[in-house]
């Protein structure tokens, strides 16, 4: 039996990027239901939702807005993507296609690149590859919430992710998933995502975060000790990762580059 799918975006002050993440997702054919799920739902976000037939509802953390739009959705399985990346089209298709082939496989997610030529940055996200691919080797499970896709089963039985948790709650989600179904981390295809967040913190500041949320989840606390910030990012980083999409990403590039100008203008 064929499976739905919903689509389920959090954002916040994100409409410019989100917007991006949207030119793309729509190439899907699994792109039938695309909840964006908004933290400040101004007059721009309400546009972009719009112009591509997605379902606009209110929340504040991602943790809860993930949650909102889930239970807004109607998709068998749920693809919860943030507002910030780029997903080609076939890495929906294959997640889908797994999950709907396979009674074993509950969640499936990607390796993350980031949309930046800093070096010190992909040799974060790089690191963080390799972590995930040793834990999945020794059979633990562990992610993050650039992109992952879930049977609906699977996230209610879990009940979705922890609200309390202020930062890495998609990990944690990660973490107690694993406890009832297999989780597929595939390596060998790439989303790319926004590296924003080192832009607006120092690099080696925000790195050393991400660790600490990292083990923190690893071990089972649900304990933050730094909340994580979501801010409104200044729109000079997005026209840099333009530069680096058209270099990198042609294909891609193409697609969006010619649209979202003609909104932004």
């Known amino acids: ?29 699994y792109a039938q ?27 504040t953390t991602p943790a809860k807005s993930r949650n909102s739009g889930a239970r807004a959705s109607s998709g068998d399985i749920l693809i919860f993507v943030d507002a910030d990346v780029i997903v080609p089209p076939h890495c929906i298709d294959r997640a889908i296609n797994i999950i709907q082939e396979s009674t074993n496989v509950g969640i499936v997610h990607f390796k993350i690149v980031p949309i930046t030529n800093s070096a010190f940055v992909r040799s974060s996200y790089i690191v963080m590859h390799y972590y995930f691919k040793m834990l999945s080797m020794l059979g633990v499970a562990q992610g993050i919430g650039n992109f992952i896709a879930v049977k609906r089963e699977v996230f209610d039985e879990v009940e979705g992710f922890d609200e309390s948790i202020s930062a890495g709650e998609d990990a944690d989600f990660f973490r107690r998933a694993s406890k009832i179904t297999s989780i597929v981390y595939l390596a060998d295809d790439e989303i790319y995502a926004s590296a924003r967040r080192y ?27 730094i909340a994580y910030k979501w801010e409104c990012y200044p729109e000079f980083i997005l026209n840099n990762e333009y530069k680096w999409i058209q270099i990198n990403l042609e294909e891609l590039h193409n697609k969006i580059i010619q649209p979202t100008q003609n909104t932004r203008g």
């Open 1 to 29: 039996m064929t499976k739905t799918a919903s689509i389920i975006i959090p954002t916040k002050n994100e409409s410019i990027w989100v917007e991006r993440t949207l030119l793309i997702l729509s190439a899907s054919m």
């Open 33 to 59: 239901e695309i909840i964006i799920a908004d933290n400040d739902c101004d007059s721009k976000i309400k546009e972009v939702a719009s112009r591509y037939s997605c379902r606009l509802i209110q929340d």
């Open 199 to 225: 832009h607006i913190e120092k690099p080696y500041i925000f790195s050393a975060k991400c660790v600490m949320w990292a083990m923190l989840r690893l071990f089972g606390s649900s304990r933050s000790i």
